[in-house]
């Protein structure tokens, strides 16, 4: 089902980061998401995170939501 990237031109390095701080990167995805024609909504998106504290909060907010 997942996409195997064994290449070296499909592996991403830090040296591939455009800022240092995650808003700079941030704001350069979603630009080149915004400019591309295949991409129907560049503004959805889903969160990962791996700390329980967050994810407790992300499930009670969607509970209530709910």
């Not at 991403?12 to 909504?41: M, T, V």
């Not at 909060?57 to 939501?65: A, D, G, N, R, V």
Request: aromatic share 12%; net charge negative; with cysteine.
């Amino acid at each position: 089902m997942r996409k195997p990237y064994n290449g070296v031109n499909e592996q991403f390095d830090i040296k591939d980061l455009i800022s240092k701080e995650p808003f700079g990167n941030f704001q350069h995805w979603l630009e080149q998401a915004c400019n591309c024609s295949r991409i129907y909504e560049p503004n959805a998106m889903s969160l990962a995170t791996a700390t329980s504290l967050v994810l407790f909060i992300l499930i009670s907010i969607i509970f209530m939501l709910n």
